[in-house]
């Protein structure tokens, strides 16, 4: 990659290549390509759904059982409510430049990035993109129209929808899983024995609707994440680095980025800390995701960990790190790690009508001040009638969460805020909200007051540490970093070196020649071996090389072919192919091929299905077979 970020021609040709590829051998291309397709949506073939299935399943391995995290599944569509007290409705946003010759619409901040300097145009206000546009005169990617006069507006990324007939409910496709794991908190604590912290995952689809996807499976309108809440008491609750103190990283901080001549920092987890680089939690999810990609084949030496710059923050983090790797010259993001504090949970707390807090108990019990209220009834109830219940309530929450408006409205009602020697003030009141409708109810009529209470605990509002991973996009950047091209035998290669525990397809099996004899014993083959749990492919299309070239373009680390020493050394041993007892009699041996280097060695068929499970596991390696 070049040091200004541009793509080189190398880098082009191989993501060109790769979609190539992915298409004609079944790993991902555009849905509905008999109606012509649609931008942002792509449907992902056997070998792809396979490889995605795999990425999946080592997330699930690593972040919810091996550390002990809850999973769940909820819908991808909910009620609008949901969206307002997360503020997606509000917030969630991209910047949208209008061609005015051909119309197309396009990310103003991707038009900025992608023709100027500016490497980071998402977190720039609306004003100076505008002022950008119109200082390089940037054109229309689509038609190249000037887009100088035309005005940045923004344009949610949310879905809408309707929730049953008739008046239906508004409802969202969920833009991230998270809320989905949010709005189930108050169930999920009670799962977790109101024992913080506790983590809850989730893999699903979440849906944006994007101005201008583009670049394959990269940026898309349909994706899949998996993700992490880590619910944690902030005072309380710390990490054990320990795991990851030593494990190494490149970091790009903010500081960096915002010096001219900043670069990577390259660092050690525990050092970062140390530094005040890292916050904790933040770190110790850095450390397991590192050796987490690299054991599913993301070069380390494409990838680093940039922090977010202040202005491109989501409204909801107090500190987020990206997980970048670099695919065709410029670095994309795969996964966030970000700080989103209490802000989720008060947000759904202030909201929706349960309560969203821990309780924790004190180590012994302590003397604090609260503010109550006991409201005249005989003023409510006549003013109120049947909401009069719910209007307490109101206040109840009222006085715990905002003091302050109690305080001030009795100062003011005392004659005490103006200063100067006035009469009380019965009306000043305090504002409340009942089912949509603002109330002002008589601060004298509250029965508001500050009273000393003995507690053994204390409701707090956890925080929230949330790593969230794109699946799609982990997927495009295992293949990228695993494309190869070289040459075998005379002839160019391409093969994609995945590792075991991704490959779709962990062996092919292929008799020699068109044989019914060595076809039968193929198939056995392929039976014992899936039989075992392998994910196994016959193929008997074709030449031998041909196959081989067909299963390396697919990443299948190893091949096993069937050939006439296989049914000789059956022969020879007078076992014939099954005992006289129809049981199966194994005999003889096979080549076993092994993709990167192309080596093959003899392997008996009594050990296949063990030599292939320890390659597969890591516990044998290509190197230490005989043969």
Request: hydrophobic fraction near 35%; proline fraction near 5%; include cysteine.
């Amino acid at each position: 990659m070049s040091d200004d970020g541009t793509t080189s021609t190398d880098d082009a040709r191989t993501s060109e290549q790769l979609v190539e590829l992915a298409k004609r051998r079944g790993y991902f291309f555009q849905a509905s390509g008999a109606y012509g397709g649609v931008g942002g949506f792509y449907t992902f073939g056997p070998q792809g759904a396979a490889l995605k299935g795999n990425v999946e399943d080592a997330w699930r391995e690593r972040f919810a059982v091996a550390e002990g995290n809850m999973e769940i599944d909820a819908p991808t569509i909910m009620p609008e409510p949901v969206f307002e007290a997360s503020s997606h409705l509000d917030t969630f946003d991209d910047m949208l430049v209008e061609c005015p010759e051909c119309g197309e619409s396009h990310r103003a901040d991707h038009v900025v990035e992608d023709n100027t300097e500016y490497e980071d145009a998402e977190g720039l206000p609306i004003p100076e993109v505008e002022e950008i546009i119109a200082e390089y005169e940037l054109v229309c990617p689509a038609c190249g129209a000037g887009l100088a006069d035309q005005a940045v507006e923004t344009f949610n990324l949310m879905f809408a929808t309707n929730i049953g007939p008739g008046d239906a409910q508004p409802g969202y496709l969920r833009p991230e899983t998270a809320q989905g794991i949010f709005v189930e908190f108050p169930r999920l604590k009670e799962y977790a024995r109101n024992q913080l912290p506790f983590g809850v995952t989730q893999i699903g689809r979440a849906y944006r609707n994007e101005i201008s996807p583009r670049r394959s499976i990269i940026r898309t309108r349909e994706f899949t994440q998996a993700e992490l809440e880590l619910f944690v008491d902030p005072e309380d609750d710390e990490p054990d680095l320990s795991a990851v103190t030593d494990v190494d990283v490149t970091l790009y901080p903010a500081s960096e980025q915002e010096e001219s001549g900043g670069g990577h920092v390259e660092t050690t987890i525990g050092d970062a800390v140390e530094a005040g680089t890292l916050q904790p939690w933040i770190a110790y999810y850095l450390g397991v995701a590192r050796e987490w990609y690299d054991s599913l084949g993301v070069d380390m030496d494409r990838f680093r960990y940039r922090q977010h710059l202040a202005g491109e923050r989501s409204h909801y983090a107090s500190d987020c790190w990206d997980a970048e790797a670099e695919i065709d010259g410029n670095w994309i993001e795969i996964a966030g790690f970000s700080d989103r504090g209490a802000y989720d949970l008060s947000k759904h707390d202030e909201y929706s009508e349960d309560r969203f807090t821990v309780f924790q108990q004190y180590d012994e019990p302590r003397t604090v001040e609260r503010a109550v209220v006991d409201p005249d009834m005989s003023y409510l109830g006549p003013e109120f009638g049947g909401d009069a219940q719910a209007v307490v309530d109101a206040l109840e929450t009222k006085a715990e969460r905002d003091r302050a408006a109690f305080e001030s409205a009795a100062e003011t009602a005392a004659g005490e805020s103006s200063g100067d020697g006035s009469e009380p003030r019965d009306a000043e009141s305090v504002e409340i909200e009942v089912d949509g409708e603002h109330h002002e109810i008589p601060v004298a009529k509250t029965g508001f007051a500050v009273e000393e209470q003995t507690e053994a605990g204390e409701h707090i509002v956890p925080h929230v540490i949330e790593p969230s991973f794109g699946v799609d996009r982990l997927v495009y950047t295992v293949c990228h970093h695993a494309y190869r091209e070289d040459e075998v035998d005379g002839e160019d290669r391409t093969y994609l070196a995945l590792e075991p525990e991704v490959a779709p397809t962990f062996v092919g099996v292929f008799p020699l020649q068109s044989d019914d004899e060595l076809e039968a014993r193929a198939r056995d083959i392929v039976d014992e071996l899936r039989a075992v749990g392998l994910s196994v492919t016959y193929d008997d299309s074709g030449n031998i090389g041909r196959r081989y070239r067909r299963q390396d373009e697919i990443g299948t680390p190893y091949c096993v072919t069937v050939d006439y020493e296989t049914v000789e050394g059956s022969e020879a041993s007078g076992d014939g192919r099954s005992g006289a007892d129809g049981a199966e009699a194994h005999s003889g041996t096979v080549t076993l091929r092994e993709r990167d280097t192309t080596a093959q060695k003899r392997v008996s068929i009594d050990d296949l299905a063990a030599t292939i499970e320890g390659l597969r596991t890591g516990d044998l390696t290509f190197d230490e077979l005989d043969g």
